[in-house]
């Protein structure tokens, strides 16, 4: 079936450390995107991409970066910088004008800092 | 600056009865798109109804419709006939054109509504 595959659902990071989130979608959708969900809180964008190799900052990228060498895949990394990374991480997908429902999210990954 | 607004952070109905959860929306952009999420405890987005600007009617699906007064920028959500499954977060989101890439877009979320439905 296609859809958005997100993995690992939960991780637990050292304060220092780098963790990356995949992203994987095999419905050939050109657009990817990254949330940031807080506890009780809304979504928040941290970075999205419309093409290969190509991605845009969103309202809250510092301490993350991603890449998208292949349209399929887009992780983000979790950086040493993020000082406050605990969080629920949504990953999304959508065609380039989508209305309706035709943006996909996956399951999320529960980021924990110990 | 805020784009979504969501002024309910929780909300009580009950069971069979209709509730409104409100979305207030800031834009410049001629062409938009408002759409309405559930969020059950789980954390999956379940989609629930999309309105387009250009649409001239208000959408509904099934129990879900939504209240589109494009002159007040309001898109509340009226769900009718409340169940308990329908306790959940329910966000208000809109699509905006980047200001950079003409044929680009991105979502954004108000800050959501805590549903509770008693029995």
């Known amino acids: 079936d296609g859809g958005i595959t997100q993995s690992p659902k939960y991780l637990f990071r050292k304060e220092g450390q780098n963790v990356t989130l995949s992203c994987e979608q095999n419905?050939?959708?050109?657009?990817m995107y990254w949330y940031r969900q807080d506890p009780g809180q809304g979504l928040r964008l941290i970075y999205y991409s419309q093409i290969v190799n190509d991605f845009q900052k969103g309202d809250i990228a510092e301490g993350y970066s991603v890449s998208r060498e292949k349209k399929e895949s887009f992780p983000l990394t979790v950086t040493s910088a993020q000082k406050n990374p605990t969080a629920f991480y949504l990953c999304a997908s959508s065609i380039e004008n989508f209305s309706g429902n035709t943006i996909y999210f996956g399951e999320g990954s529960w980021l924990t800092v110990v | 600056a805020q784009k979504i607004t969501q002024t309910q952070p929780g909300m009580f109905v009950q069971e069979k009865e209709a509730v409104t959860l409100d979305c207030t929306y800031d834009t410049s952009d001629p062409s938009y798109g408002l759409f309405w999420y559930k969020q059950p405890s789980s954390g999956e987005m379940i989609f629930l109804i999309y309105?387009?600007?250009?649409?001239?009617q208000n959408a509904t699906e099934g129990r879900y419709s939504l209240n589109f007064q494009k002159a007040r920028k309001s898109a509340n959500l009226v769900i009718s006939a409340s169940q308990l499954g329908d306790s959940a977060m329910y966000f208000c989101a809109m699509r905006e054109a980047t200001p950079d890439m003409d044929s680009s877009y991105k979502l954004i979320f108000g800050s959501g509504t805590r549903l509770l439905v008693r029995p």
């Open positions: 309105q387009g600007s250009y649409d001239q």
């Open positions: 419905l050939n959708h050109d657009a």
